[in-house]
Every structure is written in structure tokens, then in C-alpha cells.
């Protein structure tokens, strides 16, 4: 199993970026498809996006494609989510996850190992 430590929240105005991280231990992650969940307060957790374990293929909820940049380093063990031009209804806690199935999916059920999450509050 992979442990997961994420990194990088904070507090940004409406508009502004940040570049989250999360970095991985365990001699899995880099054959483990990676995903990006978040959760707001009262609300359920979502996807936002994922990457497959070679990075050859990524993807990304709607409300978030062409704002947010998920990828990976390998040799580093360590996954990102560059989010740009963000919003208050951006305002969760991110979670980065890691597969246990073969084909990476949106849906967390598919995700065994989960970081204890990073706060973004976006301030208009």
C-alpha cells in the first residue's frame, strides 16, 4: 500500500493559483493510477482528476477541465494538481488518492489509500 501526504493549500484570492502536491511512499506508486478528490463543507466528496501510472492519459471533472493540471513524477514519487484561475466554489478540502484497481476511474470507491487532505479556500 502507498502512503500519501498532500501539501500546498492555502488561502488565494479569486482568480489566483496553487499548485497542490502530494507526496507518495511505498513501492507502488508508480505502477498506481493517481486521483485528485475534494470536499467541501456538508457537501460529498468529489472527483476533480486522475492520472493513469504513466501519466499517458489524465482526467478531469468538468467543472474543473482547463483550469486544473493534474501529472505526476515518478522518480519523485510525487503527485501534483496545478490549479489555476480558482474560484469560491473551489473552496474544499483536497484529497490525492491512489488506485487499487487496473483502470483509473472517477469514482473513490476504486481508491484504497487516501491522504489526510490540504484546505483551499478561495476568497472573493
Known amino acids: 500500500q502507498v502512503q500519501l501526504v498532500e501539501s500546498g493549500g492555502g488561502l488565494v484570492q479569486v482568480g489566483g493559483s496553487l499548485r497542490l502536491s502530494c507526496a507518495a511512499s511505498g513501492r507502488t506508486f508508480s505502477s498506481s493510477g493517481m486521483g485528485w478528490f475534494r470536499q467541501a463543507p456538508g457537501k460529498r466528496r468529489e472527483f476533480v482528476a486522475a492520472i493513469t501510472w504513466n501519466a499517458d492519459s489524465t482526467y478531469y471533472a468538468d467543472s474543473v477541465k482547463g483550469r486544473f493540471t493534474i501529472s505526476r513524477d515518478n522518480a519523485k514519487n510525487t503527485l501534483f494538481l496545478q490549479m489555476n484561475n480558482l474560484k469560491p466554489e473551489d473552496t474544499a478540502v483536497y484529497y490525492c488518492?491512489?488506485?487499487?484497481?487496473?483502470?483509473?476511474?472517477?469514482?473513490?470507491?476504486?481508491?484504497?489509500?487516501w491522504g489526510q487532505g490540504t484546505q483551499v479556500t478561495v476568497s472573493s
Open positions: 488518492a491512489a488506485s487499487q484497481v487496473l483502470i483509473v476511474t472517477m469514482y473513490d470507491w476504486d481508491f484504497g489509500s
